[in-house]
């Protein structure tokens, strides 16, 4: 994308920082979706308020970090880059356009049977992934 029609957004780092998508109900961070300066590449980043954190909460955060940066499985999210900027932490993820199984559940309510057999054989398959 040109980077004219990208200037109208607030960047951090490589990134045009285009809606938000959500933020957690204790306003410890906000997710955005995004777009990569050069590439165009859509992803989502997690912007964390670390002033915000307490001590279990930096402790969470680290984990996540190890975690999605060790893990590669098709129904888990990629981690593509983490930085620190503007006293946040930022992590830049695949973007998923469907939203989390969360949000689904309450667009669309109660799930047919085999919807929903789909959505436990995803989350079963990626089990082995917790145990690395």
């Not at 990134?15 to 306003?27: F, Q, R, T, V």
Request: proline share 2%; net charge positive.
């Amino acid at each position: 994308m040109e980077q004219n029609k990208l200037s109208k957004y607030k960047t951090v780092g490589d990134y045009a920082l285009k809606s938000k998508i959500g933020e957690s109900s204790n306003s410890l961070s906000t997710v955005w979706k995004a777009e990569h300066l050069s590439s165009g590449d859509v992803v989502a980043v997690k912007q964390v308020y670390v002033e915000k954190l307490n001590k279990h909460l930096k402790s969470c955060l680290d984990c996540e970090l190890n975690f999605l940066s060790s893990v590669n499985h098709p129904n888990i999210i990629r981690l593509f880059d983490a930085f620190q900027a503007e006293n946040c932490i930022f992590l830049v993820v695949e973007f998923c356009a469907g939203g989390n199984l969360s949000s689904y559940i309450r667009l669309h309510g109660r799930v047919p049977e085999q919807t929903a057999r789909k959505f436990l054989q995803q989350l079963g398959s990626s089990l082995p992934a917790f145990g690395q």
